[in-house]
Structure formats: C-alpha cells, structure tokens
C-alpha cells in the first residue's frame, strides 16, 4: 500500500505513529493522575465538612437549650423582662445557627456535583434545604413578642427545634455512609485505572513494533540490500543488478546504480574494444613499416634479375620468331608440337616477369610514402575525375558507378595519393561485381571531416576477410590476380593523412562498403601530429 509513498511521507507516517505512541501513554498517565487528584481533593472538601457539620449542630443545641429555658414568670413586671431576654438570646442563638448553616452550605457548593463516589452530596443539599425551611418556620414563630406565654405556639417551635436538631444531626451520617463507600469506589477506579493503564501499554508497545516493523521494511531492508549490491559491484561483477520492490528515494537510487554500472560497462566495453582496434592499428602501422623497410631494399634487389629475365625472354623470342611465325601459318593439326610448347613458355616467362616488375613498383611506392605536400583540395572534383577515368575502362563498361555529393567539400590532402586511394577503392569494388552491378560513392561533411563511402552490391566479404583485409600481401580477388598491397597501401595514405578507413560488409553475398575519414582543414604540421597520434 505505502510502497509508491516517498521516503518523506514514510518518515512522517512513522513520526504520527510515535506522536501516537507519547499521546496515549500520556493521556493515559493523566487520567491517573486526574482520578487521584480529584479523589483527593473531594476527600480534602468532604473532610472539610465535618468541623462545619458539627458546629451547626452544636448551634441548634445550643438553640434547644435556650428555647428550654423560656418559663413565664408569676407577675407582669418580670414576664415582661423575662420575654425580652429569652426573645433576645433565643435571636442571637437563631442567627448563629443560620451563619453555620451559610458556612456548610458554601462548603457543600465548592464539590462539583455528582451523581455517584463521595462527591454525590445530593443528600446533604436535601437535608440543608430542609433545615433552611424548618429555620424559615422557626424564625417565623420566634417574630411573636409573647410566643414564650403561648403554649401552642411552644409546642410548635419545641418540635420544630427538635426537628431542626435531628436534620443537623444527620449531615455527619450521610459523610460517614459516604466515606464507607469510598473504599469499594476507590477500589473500582483503581481497577479501571489498572485495566487502562495495560491497554495503553499494550497498544503502545504494539504501535512501537509496528513502527519498528516499518523503519525495517522502509529503512534499514533498502539500505542493506543498496549496500549489498554495492559491495557485489565493487568486487567486480558489474552484471550484477540491484532490485528493490519500492517506489521511492531508495529504489531512485537503486535505479541510477545500476544505470551508473550499465553505463560503466558500457564504457569499459568501449575502452576495451578501442583498445583491441588500436593495437591493431598499431600491429598494422608495425607491420606496414616492416614492409616499407624491406621492400625499399629488396626492390632494387629484384627489379635488375627481373629486366634481365625479361629482356632474355623477349631476345629468345625474336631469335625464334621465324619458327614461331612458320609454324603459326600451318594447320592446325599439322602444329609443331614442340613449337607451341616453347611459345607457350617464352610469353608465361614474359608476363610473371612483367608481374613480378608490378610487384616491386607498387613496393617501392609503398616505401616511398611519407612526408608529402599536403594542399587544399576540392575532393568532389577530385572523386569526379577518378570516377570518370574508371568509367570508361573496357571491362567496367558494363558496370554502373553513382556518386552522390551535395556540397564541395574541401580537405588538406595530397591529390595524387587521395586519387590513388580512390582508385584503389574504385576498382576493388568493381571487381566484386557482377554484370550490371552499382557501385555508390557518397562524399560529404560528417562532425567536422571529409567522409567519403564506397559501397557495392557485390560478392562481400567474411568476417576473416574483414580481419585481415588491410595487412599486407593479403588477397581474396575472385580471378585469383592482385599482389595484396592496394588496400595495404590504401591505409597507410589514409592514415599518413590523419584519417580513418574503415571496411564493413554484413556476409557473403551481401556487399561491402569503405568509409573514409579525412581532416577538412588543417596543415602538415596538425596531419603529421594526428599521424603520430595515431600510431602511437
């Protein structure tokens, strides 16, 4: 449920969670405490009451014991004093009374009212309304000047004193009833408290766990596993994966992780692969300059026996010519056998002479590349000659050639290597092809560089050809001729000039395509740094 929530929603989830936890425990420690202190302190006033209830009732004993001391006297002059006096102390003593009942009744009104426990003092607001109203009669009896010579009005007052005294006499009794009841009241509150208190705690301690629960599942579970995978990463295994089942800041994290060691792998696989294609490069530059420095001395070497080779066939071959010329006339089946055979050889002397002759000068080309003059050059004319030269050789009349180049495109080069490079490409690619075969050469700007493409629809190439393709004396031409050195020369140029050449075809049977790479502008100095780069 709280999955998709975020790390801070989580956190404040369990914070109310804690605020929970302190709220009950609290709410909990003060109703305790509550429960005490109002027992206590309707305790402290229902004790306070005693004193009171007892001044009241010695009042009205003391009111009982004036009344009972009113007798007429046998002449007029001493009823009269004696009426005045009774009247009077009977008044004085009526009035104390009232004032204890005024102190009783102020104490009763500072208890809150309540319907049970020791704070109900309904009773005795019962019993002082009655006693107001017996005073209320009793003062209104007393308001007679001669109520001490009337026997009827004597008798009446005596009960009402007698009333009023034992209503007095019954405030303690109710307190007294009321403190026996305390102690099951109190030991019922102090059962409930109990019960209250194990219930907060338990529901505290059960919220805590689940508070602990969730920090775990949250928390410290993503954070364990973050680390885990992070120390599997470090040990070197970069395909491993971290998997969190959350939505949140952890599997955020999580997520660029693994997105860091993906492209970490990425990285590394692309270092690695750079690192194979230089050492090839430099494997290739090795061994094209072992080439270079054995061709340079073993072409001088060769090219004097090839001339004379040559030159003996071709001076056999005049000596005999008559021969040759005589028996060429004949017949077909009357041919000297001997005689062709003889022919035969001397032009097979010939062309590997001639072949080999080739060989050597594209040998001491290939050892004569190097510093060269570079000039800015307009390679869409330049590519458009060398298309229109190849154009109309004989045996690729049957073959179509489309360039595409929208832009002039301008690059510091040699022009006499670049044609070579162009030519060199131009007829591989045309070898390939069959009859009626397209090759599409596409020149234009890519990031900065002169890119041209040469690309057929012919025989293709394996990827062992791919491998091999620019190494020296390496060759899979279908007629089976080529020395293997076009292509090998064709990479040195390019490279001498601070490029890229690279070969690509998807099989046999499926074409192959040349992108060449060259610096747009620049001087010799900036080629011969990027050459050096390069080889290095």
């Known amino acids: 449920m709280f999955a998709r929530c975020s790390i801070r929603y989580k956190l404040l989830i ?32 229902r004790a306070a009451e005693l ?11 003391e009111l ?94 005596r009960d009402e004193l007698n009333g009023l005294y034992e209503l007095a006499g019954t405030l303690p009794r109710h307190l007294q009833d009321r403190m026996s009841q305390l102690k099951g009241n109190a030991r019922g509150e102090y059962h409930a408290l109990i019960v209250l208190t194990w219930a907060t705690s338990i529901l505290s301690i059960g919220m805590l766990v689940i508070l602990v629960r969730l920090f775990y599942l949250w928390v410290f579970l993503p954070l364990q596993v973050l680390i885990q995978g992070s120390r599997v990463v470090a040990s070197g295994k970069f395909e491993y994966r971290i998997q969190l089942n959350s939505y949140d800041e952890m599997a955020e994290l ?19 692969q750079q ?42 071959e005049s000596r005999v010519h008559d021969i040759i010329y005589n028996d060429d006339l004949k017949p077909d089946d009357e041919h000297n056998q001997e005689v062709s055979v003889l022919k035969t050889y001397l032009r097979r002397i010939q062309d590997e002479a001639f072949r080999c002759k080739g060989i050597t000068e594209k040998l001491l ?61 131009l007829t591989n690619a045309l070898d390939s092809l069959d009859k009626d075969g397209t090759v599409t050469v596409e020149l234009g700007q890519h990031r900065g560089q002169a890119r041209l493409i040469v690309r057929d629809d012919g025989c293709g190439m394996s ?5 091999h393709l620019f ?4 060759t899979r031409r279908r007629d089976g001729q080529g020395t293997g050195l076009g292509l090998s020369i064709t990479y040195r140029i390019v490279v001498d000039h601070g490029g890229k050449i690279e070969a690509t075809s998807n099989g046999p049977g499926t074409g192959s395509q040349f992108c060449v790479l060259l610096p747009l502008v620049g001087t010799k100095h900036e080629t011969q740094q990027q050459r050096q780069y390069q080889v290095a």
């Open 51 to 61: 004193p009171l209830a007892d001044e009241l009732i010695r009042s009205v004993a």
């Open 463 to 467: 990827s062992e050809v791919l491998e």
């Open 365 to 425: 080309d290939f050892s004569r590349l190097g510093d060269v003059d570079h000039q800015d050059t307009d390679l869409r004319e330049l590519t458009g000659d060398v298309i229109e030269m190849v154009r109309h050789i004989g045996s690729y009349k049957y073959k179509q050639i489309e360039f595409q180049c929208h832009e002039r495109v301008v690059a510091c080069v040699n022009s006499q290597e670049i044609k070579q490079v162009l030519l060199n490409l």
């Open 275 to 316: 690192v194979k294609q230089r050492t090839k490069e430099v494997v290739r530059s090795e061994q094209l300059a072992s080439v270079g420095f054995l061709a340079a001395g073993v072409s001088h070497e060769i090219n004097n026996p090839l001339a004379i080779i040559a030159w003996s066939a071709e001076a056999l």
């Open 14 to 45: 369990g914070v109310s969670l804690l605020f929970l936890i302190v709220c009950v425990l609290s709410i909990s420690g003060l109703l305790g405490v509550n429960s005490y202190r109002g027992l206590v302190r309707t305790v402290s006033h």
């Open 471 to 474: 190494e020296p004396f390496f």
């Open 64 to 157: 009982r014991f004036t009344f009972s001391r009113s007798h007429p006297a046998q002449d007029v002059g001493n009823t009269r004093v004696h009426n005045a006096f009774v009247h009077i102390d009977f008044g004085y003593n009526l009035a104390i009374v009232n004032q204890a009942l005024k102190k009783y009744r102020e104490q009763l009104e500072q208890i809150e009212p309540s319907t049970t426990g020791i704070s109900n003092n309904r009773e005795e607001w019962d019993t002082v309304t009655s006693i107001q109203r017996t005073l209320e009669r009793i003062e209104h009896l007393s308001e007679a000047e001669n109520w001490v010579l009337e026997t009827n009005r004597g008798e009446v007052l």
């Open 254 to 272: 999580a997520t660029a992780l693994n997105d860091m060691t993906t492209r970490f792998c990425e990285i590394r696989d692309d270092l690695d």
